[in-house]
Structures are given as structure tokens and as C-alpha cells.
């Protein structure tokens, strides 16, 4: 069994090297492995996958399927699709090893987190889930910004951009090959997808269409579902949100505030994550949303000149 690192609020900031697993190689796993790299208090232990193919990238990096044999691990990122977390999650933090996710069905997070606290708290360690930018670095930012105006209503508009956590629910449904999901904002918190899906050959569209739009990912939004020949002609990773909050502060109406940003979104979920693990060794065993880790957790450094620099 990989040991890993126990929660310990009291690790010393900057005088240890976490050594990081990356669970799983599509977009999410390649930009974690990088971002890891360039963390100054991280080193990449190595990458779980099947090893069928290994992409040249990792000649010089252990590719494994299973953990174990990458020795002591301080925290895994689990660069998987969202349906998949909570098994994987579970099995890593049986294992005690201090876990990161992006989960992104925002209605079953709380869910999730009920379902692995006293898995984590059993094994002494914590999972951060949900972490990427959103949910993840939005969910902050929204309770931020509802602490500025306690009273109010935010709308969260997200895109023009690519979905990854649709196109993975669409690309798990039978009879579809490969697909890409856009979401485009109508405003006001409201979204259109745009599903562009290359079929199996003996697909039928119609039915295609049936199935995806009885999927959770799908069912709540207007979707318009296209089928190309070629998804890698129109694929951008491209993304973006504006989170918009008019409210009340103490008796003050008409408080407005706006956050925005165009993102690549791969690179920044799994930044996000990488941090999100830095920030799971300094927590007490359990699981959490990142609205509930301090920011400062988050940061490499002494605590002391992170103030100074940011307060």
C-alpha cells in the first residue's frame, strides 16, 4: 500500500517536498503534471493509467497502474471524469491517501461530501473536492461577493466555451464516438449547450439525441445537438465567466459587483487542484469544498510573508 502524508495543520510551510500522484491522462491529467512541476514545494511522484500506450512526455516519469507501487505519496489528483470520482475517491482515501478533485455536478456535490467524510476522517486524511474553477475558485469568489452584499442575487454566466465535464458525459453515451460541448450564455445565469457529437457508425442520431437530452449534464439546459465528422476541427479548450451580483449592504441598495475572465480550461482546473492539494495536508482529516479551506492553505511559502505580500 502507497503511504501517503496524514493531515497535519502544523506542516511546515516550505521546508518539505509533497510528492504529488496524477490519477488518469486526458486534458485535466496533462496540465496537473505540468503545473506540478513548477510548484516549488511539489516533485510528481509519478502517474496512475493504463499503461497500453505511453505518450513520449513520460518516458522519464513512472507510469503505473496502481499506486502502490509509486511508493510515499502526500496527496492524488484524480484527473478524472466527474461520474468516476466518487469510486476513485473512495478507494484512495481507504488507501490514506489525501485526495483532489474537480467533481462538477453541482447538485450531488454536498452529496459527495457527506459520502466521504467518515472515509477520510477514518483514514486521518482530507479530500478536497469540487476544486476546480467551478465549481472551485467561483464557488469563492460567489461567497465573496455575497458577503458584500449579504442580501442580492448573483448570476454566474458562463462560456462561450468548451465544456469538459459534458463533453465527457456526452462521450459516455452509447452510439457517440467523440464529442464536444459549448456552452454559450444567454444571460441572467442561463445557458445553451451546443453538442457537436461524431457517431458510431451504426448510430441513430435521433435516438442519439433522446438519450442525451435525458442525461443530467443536458436535461436542464436548451441543447442543440449537431453531428460532425471531425470533432478535432472545432475543438478549443477555451473558456470563460462573468459573475455578476447586485444586492444589499446593511441598508444600502443597489451594491454591484463583477468578476470576469477567459481562461484556458484545463490549465486552470488543474492549477486550481494542484493548489487544492497543498491545501489538503494542512487540513484535519475530512472532506471539503474549497469555500470552506482558507485561501491562505492554498499558497506555497511561510504564512508570515504571504500576509505581508497579499494583506
Not at 516549488?40 to 502517474?47: K, N, R, S, T, W
Request: a neutral charge; glycine letters at 8%.
Amino acid at each position: 500500500m502507497a503511504l501517503a502524508a496524514k493531515c497535519d495543520p502544523a506542516v511546515k510551510r516550505g521546508t518539505y517536498m509533497y510528492r504529488i500522484a496524477v490519477v488518469g491522462y486526458g486534458n485535466i491529467g496533462k496540465q496537473a503534471v505540468e503545473a506540478i512541476k513548477r510548484e516549488p514545494d511539489m516533485e510528481l511522484a509519478g502517474v496512475v493509467r493504463r499503461k497500453a500506450v505511453i505518450p513520449p512526455e513520460l518516458k522519464d516519469i513512472n507510469v503505473t497502474e496502481d499506486v502502490a507501487s509509486l511508493g510515499k505519496i502526500d496527496a492524488a489528483i484524480l484527473a478524472v471524469p466527474s461520474r468516476s470520482v466518487p469510486e476513485y475517491a473512495k478507494n484512495y482515501l481507504a488507501l490514506g491517501i489525501n485526495t483532489v478533485d474537480s467533481y462538477d455536478i453541482h447538485s450531488s456535490i454536498a452529496e459527495l461530501r457527506t459520502e466521504l467524510e467518515p472515509i477520510a476522517k477514518a483514514a486521518g486524511v482530507a479530500a478536497v473536492i469540487s476544486s476546480g474553477w467551478d465549481p472551485g475558485s467561483d464557488s469563492v469568489i460567489r461567497a465573496m461577493l455575497e458577503t458584500c452584499a449579504p442580501r442580492g442575487i448573483t448570476y454566474s454566466n458562463f462560456g462561450p466555451g468548451m465544456s469538459m465535464g459534458h463533453s465527457a458525459a456526452a462521450r459516455a453515451i452509447p452510439g457517440i464516438k467523440d464529442a464536444l460541448s459549448i456552452t454559450m450564455p444567454v444571460g441572467a445565469g442561463v445557458h445553451r449547450r451546443m453538442l457537436y457529437v461524431l457517431l458510431e457508425p451504426d448510430a441513430n442520431f435521433d435516438e442519439i439525441k433522446k438519450l442525451v437530452k435525458k442525461d443530467p449534464y443536458f436535461s436542464n439546459d436548451e441543447t442543440i445537438i449537431s453531428s460532425v465528422t471531425d470533432i478535432s476541427a472545432i475543438a478549443d479548450v477555451g473558456h470563460g465567466v462573468q459573475i455578476v451580483r447586485k444586492g444589499i449592504s446593511g441598508a444600502v441598495h443597489n451594491q454591484n459587483f463583477e468578476f470576469s475572465m477567459k481562461i484556458n480550461n484545463p490549465a486552470l482546473t488543474s492549477q486550481i487542484m494542484v493548489c487544492a492539494a497543498r491545501a489538503a495536508l494542512r487540513q484535519k482529516p475530512g472532506a471539503y469544498t474549497l469555500i470552506e479551506v482558507p485561501l491562505i492553505d492554498l499558497l506555497p511559502g511561510a504564512r508570515d510573508e504571504i500576509i505581508k505580500r497579499l494583506v
